[in-house]
């Protein structure tokens, strides 16, 4: 650092100039202008309510912009609509404008709103409170209202702010008391949709069919206002931008529902850069002899741009994964910016999670002010501190959606100012695959938001509790779709249910019992071992991963170290530390095919959708430093092994056709292996789930495909949808894979492009060269089937009504049978 008091405010391009200029060799990769946008203003609809006018207008909006005036027509005519425009584009406004103008015209309707979390229930409570309208009397209901106010609430209010737990839990199983509610309900609102993905998207899928099962049954009649809408009532949906949230959505709540998806509101510019470390020179490993090459971390790197930024006097914040990393960058940016100009480090500062109210307004204040300049904040900035309108944004490892990265991002500039945005690429092959292809992040949007509400896994309980409600009819089963008549057969077999000539009745007094988020096994309660306090629970087939003895827990940003895990009582034992390691769970695994759904014949390639079963035994953990990554220890565990059955997409390969392409025998398992771990990495980018979902398998010779085979499977019983959209965008995928792993700098494989954080063969054997061989080898002869760049023809494959599926399951190379290069597929 050549500069010793913080300067002049930089504009973007010349902060990122200077940024740059520090570094021997350029590790931008990109640099995207996202130019400033005036918004379309339109005129209210001649429906919207005067009172509701003047409403907006003294919240100072006086006119909406175009893309929610749609949104809200489409609604108001009664069409289910999703708008799935950026972060701040006023989504609550498309749904707020018809909602509350039927309040207004039918005093006797009622909204149902639905958040994923109670604080943005309270959110969105606190703007329709705020518009101070007569008779709506919005109320949250959810576990924490006092049963005082709950009958209240059932009787008077007309916009209700709620959850889906609480409404699987609660509204539902006590339909009775919410008759009235329910036969006036105008308008189901479901913000942040896309946050309803995998299991737990695909059982509150249900959950809303069970609503709409009730609606129905209360003779549901809607007043005049309701001009479009029938027997059911309008769903109005809220998502982030994602691919093809109309099908999404569609899925979601089993009707047909049409996208908006042009934002039109203003925004201003932004200067976007992306951001690769450079690798550091190759080192001796103290754990094997083979030479080591990984970049430097993305946390330093993090920290040296935060303390850059500040030298240069720029508003900055750093976002980072996790609570410890939040703090290590902190502190590194405090010491060399001390070293520079004593004093300097004390305007940097980490956000720690748990902060009061008052607390994070005057770190608002002192950010904004300038008495501050860093932050190194967790992304629980999201949902929590108003920060916005800072100069320049780092984001330390892809965050993940797009969603995610755009609401990040989203956080610089002030109106009319240009600000500054830099993606810092972590060790990981979907960061490399970024940083290298912008127009995954700046083009059109390719992940799509997957679930799978035919999964018998979660079909059959919440049919069980649907009938638990009430009896299921004929007609109940085409509402809950594909799968559903074998379901009800499962639970007439199970002795659950009880077939009458009038339907299927619960057989049983008390409720079934049935946890949107659990996915095999009971779930697992965390817990506070000094204080008996429940920090949250984890589902049971994670918590041998995630809670085993001696596992560091991070729950909320706050680290926790696991004491004892006891599997019969589902209770793991924690207390509060922050050690300076990270824990890795490693695991073995095996898997046999049960069913193909469908497959493309390739001539020496074969690619498979169908269901596996898994076995797999976490047995071992490593210890690693979280500054360095150094593997300090890997000690044993001992626990069971799990059994899982769910959806697997899988390519084989002839052993000729890898001969033919130069992979020698020898060289096949790690071939395969090196093309599996990216595989799995890649997949994040096709659908939103995230790689620890995902298991994978490689094998130069599988007993069941009798061929070199990879398998990548979804960890969740009876998969969540994503194994599927991997079959149906195979091509799309695996050239981002195979483009990944060729376009690395590395010599032999690296974290960024074939090694595995959770490699269960401690990324032993991997051949990164052989891997594009191997892909190259798949993307031509698919290429022959299906085109060059397109997806599997639904037609040969993708059965179209269903989702698309991923588990949570650590990856393992099978060790051949016999050497490679067996028989012939
Ligand atoms: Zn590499
Ligand atoms: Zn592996």
Redesign the pocket.
Known sequence: MTDHSPGPRRAPGELLRRLRLRHPTDPVTHVERVPARAGEPVGWPGWAPEELRAAFARRGVTAPWRHQAEAAELAYAGRHVVVATGTASGKSLAYQLPALSTLLADPRATVLYLAPTKALAADQLRAVAGLELDGVRPATYDGDTPRAEREWIRRHSRFVLTNPDMLHHGILPGHAHWSGFLRRLAYVVVDECHTYRGVFGSHVAHVLRRVRRQCARFGRTPGQALAGSRGTPTFLLASATSGDPAAAAGRLTGLPVTAVTEDTSPRGGVTFALWEPPLLPPTDSSVDADLVQVRRSALRETADLLADSVVEGVRTLAFVRSRRGAEVVAANARRSLDEAVPGLGDRVAAYRAGYLREERRELERALLHGDLLGLASTNALELGVDLVGLDAVLICGWPGTRASLWQQAGRAGRSGDEALAVLVARDDPLDTYLVHHPEALFGRPVEATVLDPANPYVLAPQLACAAHESPLTPADLDLFGEGAKEAVDSLVEAGALRQRPTGWYWRHRERPEVDLRGEGGAPVCVVEVSTGRLLGTVDGGSAHFLLHTGAVYLHQGVSYVVDSLDLADGCALVHAEEPDWSTHARDVTSLSVVSVRSYVDAGPVGLFLGEVDVTSQVVSYQRRRIATGEVIDTRPLDLPARELRTVAVWFTLSPESLTAAGVEAADVPGAL?AA??AAIGLLPLMATCDRWDIG?LSTALHPDTEAPTVFVYDGHPGGAGFAERAYGTAAAWLRATRDAIAECGCETGCPSCVQ?PK???G?NPLAKAEAVQVLDVVLTNLATVTGPEAGVDPEAGVDPGRGEVLPRQG???ARPAQPAGGPPA
């Open positions: 292996h599996e771990h994978g595995s490699c269960g063969n990324n990856d393992r190379v």
